[in-house]
């Protein structure tokens, strides 16, 4: 018998999950497993934004995807995916092409910028590591330029935070800890900086738990935020941007603008021909792309709707290892003829928002924490990912062991 071609397209959460779970269930002679990767290593995405701040080291938060995955079963591809071909079973990538009798669309998310002017131009976003290099370094260098200029322009010390969703709120929160270190570094009065953060929606952290979402803003004003809720970005420009409340419009002159303010899937998706909203698939029960029973779609690029809620899940990295896990499962039935697919049951634990390394609200297995008891079930949940892809070895080389 022909051995199958498995191709999984992306090393996120999603993608590595399904190639670390299925080297472990298929034998070498069983199936070829090809994982294609823009780069050669994978990175934390949930720990994107302390890479943004400052407040921990790139190479801290991504590894080489080498240290997981079983060479011996696994062809590693390092390579850009172009488009998808379904109806010929091929994948074009930057550099060449793959043809696959199954296939596993992991690809993740983009910035969604929802045709706002100038933000595409202006405003950067928590996307990956170079975006997030590309962040830290900005800040730095408007604060290593500010007392080099014979006139002095305070808005270079102005960051603008789009958005107070949880990435905007977990930046802030990694932000206020950056910042006097920057003063203090560059010879900066504190009282020079602004850090604004900027909330479309009646209130920051829409949907999560009033007295939670309270005691974030709470924590994050006494540090220097200012919030401006039910407010929304209408443009950005090279010198700030232009918000609105009500029929009021405001400028506000930053010299750094993030936008935070939402997310979609891969634009593959899009390139593929798959219907979609937002680069996301309505997958079926058993998480494939309807009319194409070989190619499976997980993490940010499949929507998968909550029964309960009617709405879709939200796209998160706890969804996306699950998804990962029954992946592999389903593709070991498909490779061997053997047993039914199952559907997919997400198994929601909770939700974790950091606010710096020391702080965190959450909500798990249904019960509230916050404080540095929400921040150790972080670092916890950090850990946990860490290990279900690498192990303890991975744990051990890229844990967080500093709890306070
Ligand atoms: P990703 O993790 O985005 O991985 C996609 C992979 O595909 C990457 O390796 C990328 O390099 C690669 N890739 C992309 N395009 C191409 C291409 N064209 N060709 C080749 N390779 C490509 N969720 C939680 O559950 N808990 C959290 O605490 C949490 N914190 C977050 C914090 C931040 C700052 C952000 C931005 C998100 C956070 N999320 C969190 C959401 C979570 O990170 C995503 O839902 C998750 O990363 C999705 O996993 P994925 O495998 O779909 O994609
Ligand atoms: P999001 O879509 O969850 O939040 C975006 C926020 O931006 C919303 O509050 C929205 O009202 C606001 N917004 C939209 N347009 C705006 C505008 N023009 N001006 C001002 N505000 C505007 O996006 P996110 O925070 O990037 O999160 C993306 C996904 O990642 C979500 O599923 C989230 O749950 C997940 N995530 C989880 C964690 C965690 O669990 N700790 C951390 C980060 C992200």
Redesign the pocket.
């Known amino acids: 018998m022909k051995k199958p071609n498995v191709v999984i ?8 999950m399904t190639t670390v779970r299925l080297q472990k269930m298929v034998g070498v002679n069983e199936a070829n497993i090809t994982l ?4 050669d290593y ?2 934390e ?5 302390e890479a ?1 701040a400052g407040t921990l080291h790139h190479d801290r938060v991504r590894y080489p995807i080498a240290d997981v995955i079983d060479r011996n079963k696994v062809n590693f591809v390092k ?4 488009k998808i071909v379904p109806d010929e079973k091929r994948v074009i ?1 930057q550099n060449g092409e793959l043809s696959y009798d199954y296939l596993v669309v ?4 983009e910035s969604e910028t929802f045709g706002i002017k100038g933000l595409k131009e202006y405003a950067f976003s ?3 590591v170079n975006a997030s290099r590309q962040i830290r370094e900005h800040i730095e260098y408007q604060f290593a330029t500010y007392n080099t200029e014979e006139e002095k322009r305070d808005e270079r010390l102005t960051i603008v935070v789009g958005g107070a969703g ?2 905007g709120i ?2 802030l929160g990694e932000l206020v800890n950056r910042v006097p270190v920057l003063c203090r570094e560059y010879d900066i009065d504190p009282h020079k900086v602004r850090i604004i953060c900027v909330e479309a929606a009646p209130t920051a952290l829409p949907g999560f738990d009033p007295e939670l979402v309270e005691y974030a803003v709470g924590l994050l004003e006494r540090k220097g935020v200012e919030f401006k809720i039910g407010t929304a970005i209408k443009e950005c420009t090279p010198d700030g941007i232009i918000v609105a409340k009500g029929d009021e419009i405001e400028e506000i002159k930053a010299g750094t603008v993030i936008w ?1 303010a939402g ?1 979609r899937g ?3 998706i899009d390139e593929s021909g798959f219907e979609a909203m937002r680069g996301r698939v309505k997958v079926d029960p058993f998480l494939r792309a309807p009319g194409h029973d070989n190619i499976f779609i ?4 499949s929507l998968v709707i909550n029964e309960e809620t009617n709405r879709p899940y939200p ?6 290892m699950q998804q ?1 896990e029954l992946c592999a499962k389903n593709l070991a039935v498909l490779i061997r003829e053997q047993g039914e697919l199952q559907p997919f049951k997400p198994d929601i634990k909770g ?4 606010l710096g390394h020391d702080d965190a609200i959450g909500v798990v297995f249904g019960k509230k924490m916050w404080g540095t008891k929400a921040s150790f079930m ?1 670092k916890m ?1 950090d850990n946990r990912a860490l290990y279900l892809i690498g192990g303890p070895s991975l744990v051990m080389k890229k844990g967080k062991f500093k709890f306070f």
């Open positions: 397209l992306g090393a996120g959460y999603g993608g590595l294609v990767n823009k780069n994978h990175y995405t949930t720990w994107l934004h943004s390579d850009t995916v172009v990538l992991a690809l993740g998310f928590i996307a990956n949880f990435t977990e930046f935070a997310v891969s634009y593959v997980v993490g940010d690029c796209p998160t990295a706890q969804i996306a990962g939700t974790v928002c950091s972080k949940i």
